[in-house]
């Protein structure tokens, strides 16, 4: 699928022409990140773990939400510490989206496996609000018990200490892709290195830490003054990691999704396209739409005609034999997808009448551009 894209996919210039990048299920992708750290003893891991991270007794893995690797190194000054580690880009999954790109590293696993395929996923005629596990009529939790709806065990079924905001502890998308770990909550950012010692001197091998403030920042501001801010503050959280690191560990920084400032507010999509859908699901860059009854080959055409020039429009049929969501979606993963995906390319998103939510949010992600979909995978050790 070849387009042309007419200006700049974030706030820098790129190169104008450029396919939807595709992860390698079987490369340096986030879903074979944990495996390749925890069966570091077991298997070399792949060349793109940093050596420092194959030779250490102790690993801390850092997952720093909303940070892209294109977002890090245009702003590499002010970031001296994360500069500094060794290694390089990986990609993220499809969606570059928190619920998905979480949910494959912490499993392992590609999302047609696990089966978290977006921020909102369609079950029935309802649908699941995943980081709120929220139906139409409220909490979601009894009618789709977390447990069932995600079966993978979060770290190869390890037991792995998570240092985490506190109050994720007992919620539905905890249940879901952190099934059983021993969560360790933090209220200010501040704790985290603190927590990550106690951990490391209490003799864990493996400890996941998890840092959401530059997604937030990125989502209410955008990529400006104070993303930088935040930048410079979490840089300080990775040298006080770095200095609470004992002989033989190593620190590995990685996140879940890059981010790109969109234009806003939201595209309202067509009457002549949304005569045809029956329902939305997806996120505001990578929107599903559920064709009406007979309509999925009219509503991807009128798609193409209207939106083309700002979204890859793929049909489920398409993204599936372009693995997209890995090599292999079961009928249940599958009842979750829509008819037709609204990707968007452009630095754009396509609005949901029935997520209101999203039209406050200044940089977005979701998509399958560099900007969204490269990510660090760097690591070091204590100086």
């Not at 994360?82 to 696993?109: D, Q």
């Amino acid at each position: 699928m070849n387009v042309a894209v007419s200006g700049s996919t974030s706030e820098r210039d790129r190169p104008v022409a450029f396919d939807p990048m595709i992860p390698d299920y079987e490369g340096a992708c986030l879903s074979r990140a944990v495996p390749a750290l925890l069966r570091r003893r077991e298997n070399p891991p792949p060349e793109w773990v940093p050596p420092v991270a194959a030779a250490a007794d102790q690993i801390v893995l850092l997952v720093l939400d909303g940070l892209g690797w294109l977002q890090l190194k245009d702003r590499a000054a002010l970031a001296p510490a994360l500069s500094s580690l060794a290694g390089g880009p990986i990609t993220s999954v499809v969606p570059t989206t928190t619920a998905t790109a979480l949910t494959s590293l912490v499993t392992g696993t590609a999302p047609g496996t696990h089966g978290i395929v977006g921020y909102r996923i369609a079950l029935g005629s309802d649908v699941l609000n995943v980081l709120k596990w929220s139906l139409t009529a409220g909490d979601g939790r009894h009618a789709v018990p977390p447990e069932q709806f995600q079966v993978q065990p979060a770290f190869l079924g390890r037991d792995c200490p998570v240092v985490s905001r506190a109050e994720f502890a007992d919620s539905g998308f905890t249940d879901a892709h952190q099934r059983g770990v021993r969560l360790f909550g933090w209220r200010v950012a501040s704790s985290i290195a603190v927590e990550v010692r106690r951990q490391l001197e209490a003799g864990e091998s493996f400890v996941y830490a998890y840092y959401d403030g530059v997604d937030k920042v990125a989502h209410d501001t955008g990529l400006g003054a104070n993303y930088d801010a935040e930048l410079r503050t979490v840089d300080r959280l990775v040298e006080d990691l770095l200095a609470a690191l004992p002989a033989g560990a190593a620190l590995v920084v990685t996140a879940d999704h890059g981010q790109v400032e969109v234009l806003r507010p939201p595209i309202v999509l067509d009457s002549s396209v949304t005569d045809n859908v029956a329902m939305f699901s997806g996120e505001g860059r990578f929107r599903w739409l559920h064709a009406k009854a007979g309509t999925s080959e009219a509503l991807a055409k009128r798609c193409s005609e209207a939106y083309g020039d700002v979204a890859w429009v793929v049909t489920r049929e398409e993204m599936l034999e372009q693995r997209w969501l890995g090599p292999e979606v079961g009928p249940k993963v599958m009842s979750r997808l829509g008819d037709v995906a609204l990707v968007a390319r452009e630095p754009v998103a396509f609005f949901d009448p029935s997520d209101t939510g999203e039209l406050r949010l200044v940089a977005r992600h979701g998509s399958l551009t560099p900007d969204e979909m490269l990510i660090p995978f760097i690591a070091g050790s204590s100086r």
